[in-house]
């Protein structure tokens, strides 16, 4: 067994809310998104390499993607690298990489993270994912992390926790509600006892696959077929078929909101999921006004706008408050910031054109 545990990072997603910037080429955690220096991807990595080597991470990953992940992180031997076929949630994801690394390693403890959330306190976040590393040792025990809310936030989903008397970081998970209405996010704020999901999670392996047995047997069945080829020459070509058996189904609705195992660690480290243009507005240092700027731009009466082009073309814009401007290769979206919602419909018709917008 390792001392250290196995880092598996969900990188398989098109983006679609980073739309244009994020292509289906190169989607937004392939991106220098916070103009650091490093992908989104990569600063994933370069946060657990505190508490992981090189060789215990796992990458999930789309197979148009394979060469990307591996440019962006050559540590990363090709066995290190799984990749989908198809996109079939985070269910499918997660149990390719538990049942693999349990031929690996029976005893490995886990850690799920997608590969695009935003980590601004550090230190404070791995203290945290220590503490759910200790809690998931207890035999069936399935940890999650949960955000505690600052504000009435309806993009995310919420988790209710029972309160403890023992002290103990990890609280019994009480229910789980996807993404709510305004009024009843503010309900949950004012409670006290929810916290955002942020879709974390820190498993031992054997704990994952009996929940996956009890909860997601035809997943299961699939996955323990692997067993001779996992590591193998003809690793891929299983994947291939079995993923052509199993449901589109996230891990959430498969397994934890079914489990009487289910624990919350509470995290406070400055989180962000980074799921659209209007959650890095309110992240990215802004003008007098409130826009944020990243552009060749001349702003007149305009205000609570993220302005961001890659071209040295000016930009003129006048009597605008809360939009988008963002122009990226061949596209230039003029939109509401906050019309996210919208962006599956601009990505639906932009694809009808027949070009290479997407």
């Not at 009487?260 to 509470?266: F, G, H, K, S, T």
Request: glycine fraction near 6%.
């Amino acid at each position: 067994m390792q001392d250290k545990p196995y880092i598996v990072i969900m990188a398989g997603g098109i983006g679609s809310r980073f739309w244009p910037y994020s292509r289906n080429n190169k989607p937004k955690q392939f991106l220098d998104i916070l103009g650091t220096g490093r992908s989104l991807l990569q600063m994933t990595y370069d946060r657990f390499r505190e508490i992981a080597e090189p060789e215990q991470f796992i990458v999930v990953t789309n197979q148009g993607y394979f060469d990307l992940v591996k440019e962006q992180l050559p540590e990363l031997a090709d066995n290190q690298i799984l990749t989908e076929p198809l996109r079939k949630n985070t269910a499918t994801c997660i149990a390719y990489a538990a049942f693999k690394i349990r031929t690996v390693d029976p005893n490995a403890m886990l850690v799920v993270t997608p590969a695009d959330h935003l980590i601004l306190q550090e230190n404070r976040f791995i203290k945290t994912i220590q503490s759910a590393l200790e809690a998931a040792k207890k035999p069936g025990r399935l940890i999650t992390i949960g955000i505690k809310p600052n504000r009435p936030e309806t993009g995310y989903g919420y988790i209710q926790y029972l309160e403890s008397d023992n002290h103990h970081p990890s609280l019994k998970v009480k229910t789980f509600t996807e993404k709510p209405n305004a009024k009843l996010a503010k309900t949950f704020l004012e409670s006290g006892d929810f916290v955002w999901n942020s879709g974390m999670f820190v498993w031992n392996v054997e704990s994952l696959i009996e929940a996956f047995h009890k909860y997601m047997p035809d997943v299961a069945d699939v996955f323990e077929e692997g067993k001779a080829h996992y590591g193998k020459s003809d690793e891929q070509d299983f994947i291939n078929r079995a993923y052509s058996q199993v449901k589109n189904i996230s891990i959430d609705y498969g397994i934890m909101e079914k489990s009487d195992e289910v624990y919350v660690i509470l995290g406070d480290f400055g989180w962000s999921d980074l799921g659209s243009w209007h959650s890095l507005h309110e992240l990215r240092e802004k003008d007098e006004h409130n826009n944020v700027i990243e552009a060749n731009a001349l702003v007149f009466e305009t205000e609570n706008c993220f302005i961001k082009t890659d071209s040295d073309k000016l930009v003129v814009v006048q009597g605008l408050d809360h939009y988008l401007i963002n122009e990226a290769d061949n596209v230039l979206l003029i939109c509401k910031l906050d019309a996210e919602k919208k962006f599956r419909d601009f990505v639906s018709s932009a694809r009808k054109k027949g070009e290479d917008f997407v």
